[in-house]
């Protein structure tokens, strides 16, 4: 009984070790899975924050402004070892798909594929790329919905006098727009109580939005080519040819008999514009003037539309705080004539254009792979 209690105390003994042996064996194995599975993400975070780090820079440089060898030869696949990151080295290459930039005009897209390799510790290797569109900046004006576009609502409405005209159809164009854009039917109900001169229904648009007009507004406020009239001003507020974006702020008394204007022009919150005709004589803005374009008014109290001025594109009305309770009040009357047209919307991003002189990146599709280095 005795040596047979042994016998099973042993092989007991000798189960319990090879048990023991395998969970070891198993742990030291997922250990090794875990830091391979660690590395391997380091290498895939690493990789991608490359592609951040350069599209980010292209888009606020313009790829025409940066630094690194790989723009000088558009056409062709360039490499770029910026530095490194997490520990990993990066080395990332630029294609240009298909691109003609010398006679690329203004509204056409394009595409690049960025791929960035990412190497840790000389073991695990991460292959990130990146398809953008490329598109001009100009694509960042929001399209045209309407002659006259309200997408934060308004908070009064005054009418005087059926004279003014808000129309969508132009003749020149092959589609037509709604006389006023809104992004409610609390909207529209309210707008159609009035006697308001239209040349077609008013449209209800759950789309429309103020954010992205918000986004085009800063960017082309910090751009050094924009134009800010803060006071007395005697140049010409663009061309047919060049197109500009002018920035109205404060009292402003346009000097140079300035007639018409073009691309997109920023009424600022209580900002005044008079105008100053060849006799000398000072005679309020609203009826002497003629802009193709966008003209956008940024948290403006008050739409004033009495006296003749013409706009020739849109009007955009918006409050860039959906929660200021100063709501927004509309006065129109008068001879004002807002007027929907393809050529105002051309005008508005050729403007863009020029004022911020770089393309814009938009990612569209992304694959990534990891791998043992290859030594």
């Not at 951040?52 to 062709?76: A, C, F, L, P």
């Not at 990332?92 to 840790?120: G, M």
């Not at 002018?246 to 105008?275: C, P, R, W």
């Not at 050529?343 to 814009?360: D, I, L």
Request: glycine fraction near 8%.
């Amino acid at each position: 009984m005795g040596r047979a209690m042994l016998i099973i105390c042993a092989g007991m003994l000798v189960a319990l070790g090879i048990v023991a042996m395998g969970t070891s064996s198993q742990g030291k194995l997922l250990t090794k899975k875990t830091v391979e599975y660690a590395q391997k993400t380091q290498a895939l975070n690493a990789a991608h924050t490359a592609i951040q780090i350069v599209t980010q820079e292209i888009n606020e440089k313009g790829i025409e402004n940066m630094d690194q060898q790989y723009v000088d030869d558009r056409n062709s696949s360039n490499t770029w070892t910026p530095s490194t990151i997490n520990g990993a080295d990066i080395v990332l290459s630029i294609e240009f798909l298909n691109s003609d930039w010398e006679t690329n005009p203004y509204f056409e897209e394009d595409k690049v594929r960025v791929i960035s390799q990412a190497t840790l510790d000389n073991k695990y290797e991460a292959d990130v790329k990146s398809v953008y569109v490329v598109a001009p900046f100009s694509n960042l004006v929001p399209d045209f919905t309407g002659a006259l576009q309200l997408p934060t609502g308004y908070g009064s409405l005054t009418v005087d006098g059926s004279a003014h005209e808000i129309n969508g159809t132009d003749p020149n164009c092959s589609d037509s727009r709604p006389p006023i854009a809104v992004n409610n039917s609390a909207t529209k109900d309210g707008l159609q109580s009035h006697d308001l001169n239209l040349d077609g229904d008013i449209a209800v648009d759950n789309q429309l939005d103020y954010e992205p007009t918000d986004e085009l507004i800063a960017r082309l406020e910090n751009s050094s080519n924009a134009t800010t009239v803060n006071s007395d001003y005697s140049e010409n507020l663009g061309t047919a040819e060049d197109p500009g974006v002018f920035f109205i702020d404060g009292n402003v008394k346009l000097t140079g008999q300035q007639s018409e204007g073009y691309g997109i022009m920023v009424i600022k919150d209580s900002a005044h514009m008079d105008y100053e005709d060849q006799d000398g004589n000072t005679v309020s803005i609203r009826g002497n003037f003629e802009f193709n374009g966008l003209v956008i008014f940024e948290n403006a109290k008050l739409f004033d539309g009495h006296g003749t001025p013409t706009i020739n594109g849109s009007v955009l009305v918006g409050d860039t705080n959906p929660d200021d309770t100063n709501e927004i009040e509309v006065d129109i009357g008068g001879n004002i004539s807002i007027n929907y047209t393809c050529a105002g919307e051309k005008y508005a991003k050729m403007g863009a254009a020029n004022t911020v002189k770089q393309n814009k990146y938009t990612r569209v599709v992304t694959s990534e792979e990891t791998s043992l280095a290859k030594n």
